[in-house]
């Protein structure tokens, strides 16, 4: 096959590696900062795009019911996250503080509960309609040379490339970064040296449904919004985060590329029938070969 | 004088319940259960929305009619969820069974009404369909009717309008990986070989796939001057169409239903221009109308063909077997529906095969700004 055909795969990889990268990262922080897999992770990429196309589209179903309350389009970005901030609150008041002395098990069932309430909540408000997600691009792919792109993709890319830089910042060089890397080092420690832990778990919640809902925002032009949306996206970046190493930020990143880059070469060289497949043959080599993962071992003694 | 009044009344009382009255009374104004069973949970609750809202929508307009069913009879809706695992699909028509229902519309999904199939058979209960997978008609259950074109009907006709119409001889076929998909592949395969033919290239996609670009490329490269599509699922169709697009493949796209979906056209904007879907029905005034009337209520438009339209064509002409032969009794409306003859239905014309097949006709439609627009007519 020829160079541009290959390049356009790494692209589309790349792009959809970002996605896994970003719901991975989501699962990596909330796993430092509590020690649980949340299962929910996968219906913030899907819930908070439902909030924003509630706002996005000139009329929508809502209870049965059609409502017009199109908004512009940064105004319709901005309460689908002000809201997405709420939910990461409400997620973290509900279904984590309550259970937080009570062992890894109970909270991990209930993000399991809380993830079944969300696509159950998503269905009884918008119906089971798939909805369109305007696109702040044409549909039509970018002629560059002999490359075809998809102008969602390079958004993606873009967007993730930004949202991996800020993450950096943030744990390297800011306050706040530090308080959750100390909680996720050793809360008891972190409380003794004056952290207030319940607020950083609680940003770190926030953090994560944030990364979850700029996930599902940025797939939404390219998908239909559905109540599944989150669902595949959550598992593939699940796999990315085992295979990077759980608990490593740098380990998130680079295993949702991986697995990203892995499905779309494998699809081709392979079979696309079998592209799931690869990104769990994947997972078990890597479990086989270096049961931490690529990066477990060295960040897990640091973060 | 009154005694000889009571004695005439009441005479004439004993002759009126002679003849049956009584009977009749107790008849009239009785509701007819309707039982349905879409699945209305899991990963195929857009199925069963669009299923029961189209049976709901029949209900509501045969029980405003004058007379309604029949002799003042209403319909009434029995819902059973069949959920998207077959496991509990058959757990929910077990209930169902025990509702004392008249008659089954749904559901859609040929895995769970092939699970059902040995659970409806030995009650004899009318049951309408919408599953296209050629093997549900062929289970053997005398009361299960089919009210769409089966897979094999629509694959001939994709094949035969690329091949026949549009000319073109090296064809790929392109499928979703579940039972649809693979079982509409094969159809597509059967076609080509009945025209000494053979796919350039067969690809199939997971579920939930979000790049299609391998899937191109690999049709690219096998040199393709058409891609026949069998696909379900209204987001994979418009990545479809993009993918087409973004790969610089400037050849048309031939699908099953799914492919002309209006989500799928809406989401994929021009890149689905020019190409064709199969649609389950010949449109006319009556689909325009019911579309129109059914947004009215619904604040959305049905899927004529594979959504809403089916089910509210087929409960409508249950309806009016029952008016034809005045009763509900299981036996007889079935043996009324295998009767069926050029029943001219808003989906097309019921003709009942051996099979229990009513449609024997659909449409091959192109897509233009937005809407699809019938090329061809398709007969089985």
């Not at chain 1, 390297?172 to 040296?193: P, V, W």
Request: overall charge neutral.
């Amino acid at each position: 096959m020829d160079f541009a055909s290959n390049v356009q795969l790494l692209i589309g990889g790349l792009a959809m590696g970002s996605i896994y990268a970003l719901v991975a990262l989501g699962f990596v922080l909330i796993y430092n900062a509590v020690g649980v897999v949340n299962f929910a992770q996968g219906d913030f990429a899907m819930f908070p795009t439902y909030i924003a196309i509630t706002f996005a589209l000139p009329s929508v179903v809502l209870f049965g019911a059609l409502v017009h309350w199109q908004l512009p389009i940064i105004a319709v970005y901005a309460v689908a996250l002000l809201l997405t901030v709420l939910l990461g609150v409400l997620f973290n008041r509900i279904a984590y503080y309550p259970l937080r002395d009570r062992g890894w098990m109970p909270v991990v069932i209930s993000t399991i509960g809380v993830s079944i309430f969300l696509r159950n909540l998503a269905q009884l408000v918008w119906g089971s309609q798939p909805l369109v997600f305007p696109s702040l691009f044409p549909m039509q792919s970018i002629e560059a040379g002999p490359l075809h792109l998809r102008p969602q993709d390079l958004l993606i890319l873009a967007v993730a490339a930004v949202l991996i830089a800020f993450q950096y910042y943030l744990f390297e060089r800011t306050t706040l970064g530090k308080q959750m890397r100390a909680t996720a080092q050793d809360r008891t420690t972190a409380r003794l040296i004056g952290i207030r832990v319940d607020r950083v778990v609680t940003i770190t919640f926030i953090y994560s449904a944030l990364l979850g809902a700029i996930a599902g925002l940025l797939v939404a032009p390219i998908f239909t919004v559905t109540k599944e949306m989150g669902g595949l996206i959550a598992l593939k970046a699940f796999a990315a985060s085992v295979v990077g190493g759980f608990g490593s930020i740098q380990g998130a990143i680079i295993g949702g590329l991986v697995i990203g880059i892995a499905e779309a070469l494998g699809a081709f060289y392979i079979s696309p029938a079998y592209s799931d497949a690869i990104a769990f043959v994947i997972l078990i080599g890597v479990l086989l070969l270096r049961p931490q993962g690529l990066f477990g071992e060295r960040v897990s003694e640091k973060a | 004088m009154r005694r000889r009044a009571f004695v005439g009344t009441a005479s004439a009382t004993a002759a009126v319940a002679a003849a049956g009255f009584p009977n009749i009374v107790l008849g009239k104004g009785e509701p007819i259960r309707l039982g349905v069973i879409p699945p209305l949970t899991g990963g195929n609750a857009l199925n069963g929305e669009e299923g029961h809202d189209g049976a709901e929508f029949a209900v509501r307009t045969i029980n405003a009619r004058a007379g309604k069913v029949y002799d003042d009879r209403p319909f009434e809706l029995v819902v059973e969820d069949a959920t998207s695992d077959n496991q509990t699909a058959v757990a929910a028509m077990n209930k169902l069974l025990t509702e004392n229902v008249d008659a089954i519309a749904l559901p859609v999904l040929s895995t769970q009404i092939q699970a059902m199939e040995p659970l409806v058979k030995p009650t004899g209960t009318p049951w309408l369909t919408g599953g296209t997978n050629v093997k549900n008609t062929l289970l053997g259950c005398e009361s299960l009717f089919r009210f769409r074109a089966s897979d094999g009907l629509t694959a001939a006709g994709l094949v035969n309008f690329a091949v026949g119409e549009l000319k073109k001889s090296k064809i790929a076929i392109m499928t979703s990986s579940e039972v649809f998909g693979v079982g509409g592949g094969d159809q597509c395969e059967l076609a080509l070989k009945k025209l000494n033919m053979q796919a350039v290239s067969r690809q199939s996609w997971p579920v939930g796939a979000k790049d299609f670009t391998p899937e191109m490329l690999k049709i690219k490269q096998a040199g393709a001057d058409a891609v026949i599509v069998y696909v379900q699922n209204p987001s994979d169709s418009a990545l479809i169409f993009a993918a087409l697009h973004q790969n610089d493949l400037k050849i048309p796209l031939i699908g099953s239903p799914g492919l002309g979906d209006a989500n799928a056209i809406a989401t994929a904007g021009p890149n689905a221009n020019g190409n064709y879907a199969a649609i389950d029905y010949i449109p006319s005034a009556a689909t325009q109308a019911f579309s129109v009337a059914f947004e009215q209520v619904y604040h959305r438009k049905p899927e004529v063909g594979s959504g809403e339209g089916w089910v509210y064509s087929a409960v409508l002409f249950l309806a009016d077997v029952y008016r034809k032969i005045g009763t509900t009794d299981k036996g007889k409306t079935v043996a009324a529906i295998h009767a069926t003859k050029d029943y001219h239905a808003m989906m097309g014309t019921y003709t009942c095969d051996a099979d229990g097949n009513m449609l024997h006709e659909l449409g091959i439609a192109q897509i233009e700004n937005g809407a699809v627009k019938l090329v061809k007519t398709v007969k089985g």
